[in-house]
T-cell receptor, first 115, second 115 residues
Framework: LAKTTQPISMDSYEGQEVNITCSHNNIATNDYITWYQQFPSQGPRFIIQGYKTKVTNEVASLFIPADRKSSTLSLPRVSLSDTAVYYCLVGDTVLFGNRDDKIIFGKGTRLHILP | DAGVIQSPRHEVTEMGQEVTLRCKPISGHNSLFWYRQTMMRGLELLIYFNNNVPIDDSGMPEDRFSAKMPNASFSTLKIQPSEPRDSAVYFC?????????????FGPGTRLLVL
């Protein structure tokens, strides 16, 4: 499973566009990039997934450059309710087998939206 | 569908006691995952099942932890004996398959406090 690095925390204001970047330098050819969102006292929930270029849904956009060594989750016009932890995951399957690194979600990025 | 169901939602117990956490996955999902979340380590995968068979339990911290999935609609995570360092939020998630492209649906979690 490719190791990911993302900022520990970010602050932004209501109405702004927020971009959270995730680095995954050793991403493999078959790996997908998936983002989850977790609100306090809830389990994570799927936001968006992509393989290359750009993916957009009703919640967010995901930008993936040609080398796929990073990805950027873009949240348009955030509101206070977007305050949450955002996780970046990279992998081709959730089969961990003999992998040494069992932590796939990690600590994520704590996004705090200010009024 | 009611989503992934976990019980109990909260558990307070004393060190040395046995703790059993329960999970009912979404009907039709073939993969089930148990996670543990702490501030220190974030969200960690403990074990996952595919078609009721444990595939990878290498994330289970030690022999005090065990998990079973006797049928497609029920799984348990047991800690015996429990220790204060086991205090965490335990999430169960399910997905159609174990592929990374499949969305994982998380339950509300069980908040465990071991005194």
């Amino acid at each position: 499973l490719a190791k990911t690095t993302q900022p520990i925390s970010m602050d932004s204001y209501e109405g702004q566009e927020v971009n959270i970047t995730c680095s995954h330098n050793n991403i493999a050819t078959n790996d997908y990039i998936t983002w989850y969102q977790q609100f306090p006292s809830q389990g994570p929930r799927f936001i968006i997934q992509g393989y290359k270029t750009k993916v957009t849904n009703e919640v967010a956009s995901l930008f993936i450059p040609a080398d796929r060594k990073s990805s950027t989750l873009s949240l348009p016009r955030v509101s206070l309710s977007d305050t949450a932890v955002y996780y970046c995951l990279v992998g081709d399957t959730v089969l961990f087998g003999n992998r040494d690194d069992k932590i796939i979600f990690g600590k994520g990025t704590r996004l705090h939206i200010l009024p | 569908d009611a989503g992934v169901i976990q019980s109990p939602r909260h558990e307070v117990t004393e060190m040395g006691q046995e703790v059993t956490l329960r999970c009912k996955p979404i009907s039709g999902h073939n993969s089930l995952f148990w996670y543990r979340q702490t501030m220190m380590r974030g969200l960690e995968l403990l074990i996952y099942f595919n078609n009721n068979v444990p595939i990878d339990d290498s994330g289970m911290p030690e022999d005090r932890f065990s998990a079973k999935m006797p049928n497609a609609s029920f799984s348990t995570l047991k800690i015996q004996p429990s220790e204060p360092r086991d205090s965490a939020v335990y999430f169960c998630a399910s997905s159609l398959t174990s592929g990374a492209q499949e969305t994982q649906y998380f339950g509300p979690g069980t908040r465990l406090l071991v005194l």
